[in-house]
Nanobody, 115 residues
Framework: QVHLVESGGGLVQVGGSLRLSCAAS????????MDWYRQAPGKQRELVAT???????TYEDVVKGRFTISRDSAKNTVNLQMNSLKPEDMAIYYC?????????WGQGTQVTVSG
């Protein structure tokens, strides 16, 4: 069984930065693609960033140039560095992966952008 736990969310002003982390209970990040999703109130959950087994990354257009996804396989963590935050970035952010066809989600961490 794999458990994902996000951390690093909080309150930040417009233009500020936050770094989210996702920790896995087992060593999986070297073998699976990892995603960051977000969901704002009343909106669909959307994929914002992906890092694949080979290290390639993909970003939603609205976060390109501002967000960076990375991983540290030795620490079993995947991170999302968020810079130049905008009000529309405010959401609950979720770590996600698929292992043998099974979806795994973290509990989510709240990002609030004020100003």
């Amino acid at each position: 069984q794999v458990h994902l736990v996000e951390s690093g969310g909080g309150l930040v002003q417009v233009g500020g930065s936050l770094r989210l982390s996702c920790a896995a209970s087992r060593s999986i990040f070297t073998f699976n693609a990892m995603d960051w999703y977000r969901q704002a109130p009343g909106k669909q959950r959307e994929l914002v960033a992906t890092i694949r087994r080979g290290g390639t990354t993909t970003y939603e257009d609205v976060v390109k140039g501002r967000f960076t996804i990375s991983r540290d396989s030795a620490k079993n963590t995947v991170n999302l560095q968020m810079n130049s935050l905008k009000p529309e970035d405010m959401a609950i952010y979720y770590c996600h992966t698929v292992i043998y066809g099974e979806d795994y989600w973290g509990q989510g961490t709240q990002v609030t952008v004020s100003g």
